[in-house]
């Protein structure tokens, strides 16, 4: 699994969105994009969550496509 780091989009910026992540079989997003806000109690237990992905190893799932 690769991670891919990117900057959020502006309208994530504009929605509160702090960081998101979202694995894909190529280089672009896939359909299910995990967000996290700034006014999220646990976000950085989310944060780290959503960075280890290391339970996909081995899945058909290639890349792990992070904004902040």
Known sequence: MTKLYRKLTENQKKGGVIFSSSLSIDKNEG???HEVLQTDDDKDIKM?????????????????IIRN
């Open 31 to 33: 359909s299910v994009i």
């Open 48 to 64: 780290e969550r959503l960075t280890d992905d290391s339970f996909f190893n081995g899945s058909h799932f290639k890349y792990n």
